[in-house]
Every structure is written in structure tokens, then in C-alpha cells.
């Protein structure tokens, strides 16, 4: 009975250092996240943003991409996303905006929640496709179909 409680135990504080670590991480994203936005925008200006948006990656580089976090605002004229490893950026248009819905996958990965699935045409007049899981992706849905409207 004692060894069942030391391995518990053992467990438990493995567990409590994975959440805080987890913990850690996250807020360490959330800042980097945060001062790039800051390099370039006033967040007033921004209509949307998310610090912890997770990217899945652009179609037009293949199946094989990691996954990534970064920051992703929605200005009146543009989505910028700040992909933080590796540090890349993407602009898009709205006007180069083909369309906007969600889905459950992209590129052949999920984690069975609404992504924010995003077809336009790049800077070679192609088109493409990107995907992020954010916390309220409908919301960014309307606000760029709004801004196509007025385009």
C-alpha cells in the first residue's frame, strides 16, 4: 500500500509540474505574441486580434508542416499573421480574399474544433488556403466576410 501511494504521488507532482510548465509556455507565447503586434500596430487600430491564434499551416506548402503559434490581427484592409517559430509572416488582402467558413481539418490534421479556414489568392495571383484554431472563430468569420462586403 505505501509503494501505491509513492508512485501516486510521484505521478501527481509529475502532473503538477507538466501544468505548470504547460502554464508557462503559453503566457511566454502570449507576450511574444503581443510585442509583435506592438512593433507594427497600435492595438486600437486593430479590429480583431488574437495573441494564441494556432496556425495550420498554408496549402501551398504541402502536408508537411508543423503546426505553429503566433499573433493574428484583422485590420480593415488586411489579415497579418506573425508566425512565431519560425518567425514568418503572412498578409493577406482582403481584397485577394476568395472566401471564409470554418472547418473541422486542414491539411490533414484536426483537434475536432472549428478552424478558421481562409481561400485567396497569394502574391503570384494563385490561390490558396490557410487555417488557424483561435477561441471564437465565427466572430472572425463575419468580420472578414463584413469587410469583403465593403470592398
Do not use: C
Amino acid at each position: 500500500m505505501l509503494l501505491f501511494f509513492k508512485i501516486f504521488s510521484l505521478i501527481f507532482l509529475i502532473w503538477i509540474l507538466i501544468f505548470f510548465l504547460f502554464r508557462f509556455l503559453r503566457e511566454r507565447i502570449k507576450k511574444k505574441s503581443l510585442e509583435k503586434l506592438k512593433r507594427y500596430y497600435n492595438l486600437e487600430d486593430l479590429l480583431l486580434y488574437s495573441l494564441e491564434a494556432n496556425f495550420f499551416g498554408q496549402k501551398s506548402y504541402g502536408f508537411r508542416q508543423i503546426r505553429g503559434n503566433g499573433a493574428l490581427a484583422l485590420l480593415h484592409d488586411k489579415i497579418h499573421f506573425f508566425l512565431l517559430l519560425p518567425d514568418r509572416e503572412i498578409i493577406i488582402p482582403i481584397s485577394k480574399i476568395i472566401s471564409v467558413n470554418l472547418k473541422k481539418s486542414f491539411l490533414g490534421k484536426t483537434v475536432f474544433k472549428p478552424l478558421l479556414h481562409v481561400e485567396f489568392l497569394n502574391e503570384n495571383g494563385d490561390r490558396d488556403e490557410v487555417a488557424w484554431l483561435l477561441k471564437n472563430p465565427d466572430l472572425w468569420r463575419v468580420e472578414i466576410d463584413n469587410l469583403r462586403k465593403n470592398v
